[in-house]
């Protein structure tokens, strides 16, 4: 498995023969490496959605699109996108699994919200997620944007992922901390990738804090645009 930080929250993960590209802000996106679109999105098979705020969601619809890629997400987001963008998009919800070539995602919960800017302020559609990836044997935690919740521990004994892809940068989302409770508390991952941070000067800089609190546990920090084995 192979994950490359699009900055921000977006992801390219390759898994099981898929390269999939979660929430893959873009355009506005000053952690994207523009300079290497292309490379990034080279041989995309999919697109998921964890929830409708535009510094996740902005311009996807047009790279879809554009590549003729499926988007998959909740039901309600998935249904606007359709009719708006004649995307091929599977609309889902917690707890649900869709199966994309040899790799399956269940769409878990998230504690957040859900909405997307429109003319007369935000328009809300549905509601937040994260996702358990799994394919190779192995399985892959997103969390989207989210606080520490119990629930974890449920998906840990169903799921037992190896890998957790956390959001961490605070104010908007669980912090550093939260975020190494989270892991060493509820889940029992081998390797961390902490995301959701740096971007802005309100979240998180460094992850130095994510690392120090989770001993024996591999903590990626890669920089946007690199791609590290997982």
């Not at 898994?15 to 490496?33: A, H, Q, S």
């Not at 190779?136 to 944007?145: L, Q, W």
């Not at 521990?153 to 892809?165: L, Q, R, S």
């Not at 390797?191 to 000067?201: A, G, I, L, Q, S």
């Amino acid at each position: 498995m192979r994950y490359t930080w699009l900055g921000h929250a977006g992801v390219r993960l390759e898994i099981g023969g898929e390269v999939l590209l979660i929430d893959p802000w873009i355009e506005g996106n000053p952690m994207f490496p523009q300079d290497r679109r292309a490379e990034m999105l080279a041989g995309a098979t999919a697109v998921l959605i964890t929830h409708g705020h535009d510094d996740h969601t902005g311009g996807v619809p047009e790279i879809a699109a554009g590549m003729g890629l499926p988007v998959y997400g909740m039901v309600e987001l998935m249904g606007r996108w359709a009719s708006a963008h004649g995307l091929a998009a599977t609309g889902f919800n917690k707890g649900g699994t869709v199966r994309i070539g040899d790799v399956a995602v269940t769409m878990v919960n998230a504690t957040h919200s859900s909405s997307m800017s429109g003319p007369d302020g935000p328009v809300f559609v549905g509601s937040e997620a994260g996702y358990i990836i799994e394919g190779e044997g192995r399985g892959v935690y997103v969390s989207g944007d989210t606080d520490v919740m119990a629930d974890m521990g449920v998906w840990n004994d169903i799921h037992a992922p190896d890998v957790g892809i956390l959001c961490a940068g605070g104010h908007y989302t669980m912090d550093m901390t939260r975020a190494a409770y989270a892991a060493s508390k509820l889940f029992s991952f081998r390797t961390v990738v902490p995301y959701h941070y740096r971007t802005f000067p309100l979240l998180e800089q460094s992850a130095e804090a994510l690392k120090a609190a989770l001993p024996g546990v591999r903590v990626l920090d890669p920089d946007p645009g690199e791609t590290v084995e997982l």
